[in-house]
């Protein structure tokens, strides 16, 4: 019987190491801040979740158990997430009022996301302070899927954003994209102008002065050659877009609420002012809306909120695959 040689058990490990599939990129991790995804990331959960929504797969995550922690008030998010790991087969636990929970014994969120971790397999969550994400994801080695923190970043709902803007103009790519409302504490405008870095648009931002786009997200844009503008009046963008994103003036965020009731109805939308619009165009709303988007609009050619909404699941089924294996890049 022949003894194998050190030279030749190194061999072999390295035959085995090459011959190995690659681990995916997205196994375990976090999906914190969508300046973290390349442009190939992006394209690879969209195209995961154009497949999952041709042909759903229910077994897919069957035994994972998702921990859906929801510290902020959330309707389309919060059922989303649960209704995207149900019809993969797994299991949901969780809470959608902090109040129930240990927080209101003064129990920090390193602490909460560290025991919930032991529990779970992944942690989809919304909380109210700005990096309490990354703060979750100190605490666990289980994969955090970011709701919404604050007035920061919504990275799940840009990805379910672009996949939206993909199907309903064929392309991501030099699409000319107006954002209207609160740019200032709106964190799904914040995501979504550092996701379309990646796809050379045109943005135009439809704002009052006061609630204009943050400074540090133009900086991102001027770092990477992204033309924009700035406007006051939605009738000045409608002829050229191809994308209106709609947006709710969000009274919760502001520290001053004369200033709220002052500017809350600067931009409403009416069917009158689509005129001028290419028939091509679609309007997108995160939801939910107040009254910056009239029902008038719904049966229109140019409403695709509520199938924006809707995609939510697939983009959701998507990065829950990903981030447990069961689906790779």
């Keep these: 019987m022949s003894t194998l040689t050190r030279e030749d058990i190194l061999e072999e490990l390295k035959t085995k190491i090459m011959s190995a599939p690659p681990q995916s990129p ?27 929504k041709q042909t759903p797969q229910p077994e897919l995550l069957k035994h994972k158990v998702m921990a859906s922690c929801f510290f902020e008030p959330s309707t389309r998010t919060r059922l989303s997430f649960e209704t995207a790991m149900t019809r993969l087969g797994g299991g949901v636990m969780g809470f959608a009022d902090a109040g129930v929970t240990s927080t209101k014994k003064k129990e920090t969120l390193y602490d909460s996301m560290k025991i919930i971790g032991q529990y779970a397999d992944v942690i989809a969550m919304r909380h109210p302070a700005e990096g309490a994400a990354r703060r979750a994801a100190e605490a666990t080695d289980k994969p955090i899927l970011n709701g919404g923190d604050g007035a920061n970043q919504h990275p799940t709902q840009t990805l379910l954003d672009l996949f939206t803007i993909q199907e309903c103009q064929g392309t991501l790519d030099g699409l000319n994209i107006a954002l209207i409302g609160d740019l200032k504490y709106g964190r799904t405008v ?41 406007y006051e009046r939605i009738e000045d963008v409608m002829s050229q877009a191809d994308i209106i994103y709609m947006t ?24 009158d002012m689509l005129a001028p619009a290419k028939p091509s165009m679609r309007i997108m709303h995160p939801l939910p809306r107040v009254n910056e988007l009239k029902e008038e609009i719904d049966p229109t050619p140019h409403a695709y909120y509520f199938e924006q909404a809707h995609n939510g699941l697939y983009v959701r089924q998507a990065l829950l695959g990903l981030v447990l294996g069961a689906l790779h890049a």
């Design 26 to 52: 997205f196994l375990g991790k976090d999906i914190i801040s969508i300046k973290e995804l390349s442009r190939e990331q992006i394209i690879t959960v969209l195209n995961h979740a154009k497949s999952l």
């Design 190 to 230: 914040h995501s979504l102008a550092q996701a379309l870095i990646h796809f050379n648009p045109t943005l135009s931002f439809v704002a009052p002065e006061s609630l204009q786009m943050p400074s540090y997200i133009c900086e991102d844009l001027n770092a990477h050659n992204i033309s924009y503008s700035f």
């Design 248 to 271: 709710r003036i969000q009274g919760e965020r502001f520290p001053d609420k004369m200033e709220y009731e002052r500017v809350k109805d600067v931009y409403v939308l009416t069917k």
